[in-house]
């Protein structure tokens, strides 16, 4: 499977942007998913999970309640609504997607759990 995220951009503090993570087939629909980021010079960092059926999600504590992950399994396609953008938010922005389908602890947020990953892209926010 192959992921291309498009979506990202130069946004004011306080901004929205949509990020989508486009796969190329249609197994994506029974694959969970996720977002990471990474900032220059930082290590990557998990943002949002999500599970095949859409039925479980997760957030980083730094992006609850102002980000929201979704997908659209039909289009085979996830999502990332991003609000109240704030300039620690500027990063490359990737979607992954795994091929196991359970959660145990915390794995969700370790890039390990990720078989296929996309090439990012970038926000940037202003102050």
């Known amino acids: 499977v192959q992921l291309q995220a498009s979506g990202g951009g130069l946004v004011q503090a306080g901004g929205s942007l949509r990020l989508s993570c486009a796969a190329s087939?249609?197994?994506?629909?029974?694959?969970?998913m996720g977002w990471f980021r990474q900032a220059p010079g930082k290590e990557r960092e998990f943002v949002a999970a999500m599970s095949w059926s859409g039925g479980v999600t997760y957030y980083a504590d730094s992006v609850k309640d102002r980000f929201t992950i979704s997908r659209d399994n039909a289009k085979n396609t996830g999502y990332l609504q991003m609000n109240s953008l704030k300039p620690e938010d500027t990063a490359v922005y990737l979607c992954?997607?795994?091929?196991?389908?359970?959660?145990?602890?915390?794995?969700?947020?370790?890039?390990?759990?990720?078989?296929?990953w996309g090439h990012g892209t970038q926000v940037t926010v202003s102050s």
């Open positions: 087939a249609r197994t994506f629909r029974s694959y969970n």
């Open positions: 992954a997607a795994a091929i196991r389908t359970y959660y145990t602890a915390n794995n969700y947020a370790q890039g390990a759990y990720y078989d296929y």
